[in-house]
């Protein structure tokens, strides 16, 4: 799991509430990625992030909101306008340049919505 | 489309038994190919990164090939042990905008029982 936490490691939420999920590292690394994964399905990308106060969507980003105001921190909030939040939830962050350049991904969040 | 298939979905072995698990891909244009371990509920941890010119690469009891020319991966454990069970992901960079995009398969399961 390297120097990236999430917390917490489970969370359930009603439905139609909003919920936020952490994810910090220590690697001093510039970009962070936000993941969903679903049973028999690969790893999707939600959000990324390269540099403070910037972020990109990914594949699946509606009904997810994210911020980078600090390098070690990327949170991840699950709208009530995301239609199926349940679901395991990696953060992950690299460093940029000289590739390949590694991604760690910390030990992820699974949510419960009902 | 970029897609990354592994096979077989799953697999139980026997403890000291050797595997082989397979990834084919259609990904444009390829940056890398990754394996990567994910132990139950945790974040998936790397194994093996291998560019265009290499066509090997190993990390102790395991050892990753690439063809590229056949867009085929392979990643054979030696000597398994049961903290080997875990699911086994390939994954596949594409060349996006000067970064790495992770395209992910859906991952082999090993079980290694005594």
């Known amino acids: 799991d390297g120097g990236i936490t999430q917390s917490p490691k489970y969370l359930f939420r009603k439905e139609g509430q909003n919920v936020t999920l952490s994810c910090e590292q220590n690697?001093?690394?510039?970009?962070m990625y936000w993941y969903r994964q679903d049973p028999g399905q690969g790893l999707r990308l939600i959000y990324y992030?390269?540099?403070?106060?910037?972020?990109q969507k990914g594949d699946i980003a509606e009904g997810y909101s994210v911020s980078r105001e600090k390098k070690e921190s990327f949170p991840l909030t699950v709208t009530s306008a995301q239609k199926n939040p349940t679901a395991f939830y990696l953060c992950?962050?690299?460093?940029?340049?000289?590739?390949?350049?590694?991604?760690?991904f910390g030990p992820g969040t699974r949510l419960t919505v009902t | 489309k970029n897609q990354v298939e592994q096979s077989p979905q799953s697999l139980i072995i026997l403890e000291g038994k050797n595997c082989t698990l397979q990834c084919n891909y259609t990904v444009s244009p390829f940056s890398n190919l990754r394996w990567y371990k994910q132990d139950t509920g945790r974040g998936p941890v790397s194994l093996t990164i291998m560019t265009f010119s290499e066509n090997t690469k190993s990390n102790g009891r395991y050892t990753a090939t690439l063809d590229a020319d056949t867009k085929q991966s392979s990643l054979h454990i030696t000597a398994s042990q049961l903290s080997d069970s875990a699911s086994y992901i390939c994954?596949?960079?594409?060349?996006?905008?000067?970064?790495?995009?992770?395209?992910f398969g859906t991952g082999t399961r090993l079980q290694v029982f005594p």
């Open positions: 994954v596949v960079s594409v060349d996006s905008s000067g970064t790495d995009k992770l395209i």
């Open positions: 992950a962050s690299s460093i940029i340049g000289g590739r390949p350049y590694e991604q760690y």
């Open positions: 992030s390269q540099i403070v106060n910037d972020f």
């Open positions: 690697l001093n690394h510039d970009a």
